[in-house]
């Protein structure tokens, strides 16, 4: 996925490096598009952050015909 988003700032950037195609220079395309991408990683990271401390722990899954081994010998 990020190595799509930068494939595609790459193409932008050259795109707006012809001037005969721009109307903008590269550093008015850049700043705005990394202020965006910056801003929605942080959004991500927190929203990663709170759901993770939020989100009960994992079920713990019971076997009741599960064997465990005590000296050598099956438990029942």
Do not use: G, Y
């Not at 965006?36 to 709170?50: E, G, M, Q």
């Amino acid at each position: 996925m990020l190595l799509l988003i930068l494939v595609a700032l790459h193409r932008l950037l050259m795109l707006q490096s012809i001037p005969h195609i721009s109307s903008l220079t590269w550093v008015t395309t850049l700043v705005p598009l990394v202020a965006v991408l910056l801003v929605t990683a942080i959004k991500d990271i927190i929203d990663d952050v709170v759901s993770q401390t939020l989100s009960s722990p994992p079920p713990v899954f019971h076997n009741p015909q599960s064997c465990f081994l005590l000296d050598s010998k099956p438990a029942r």
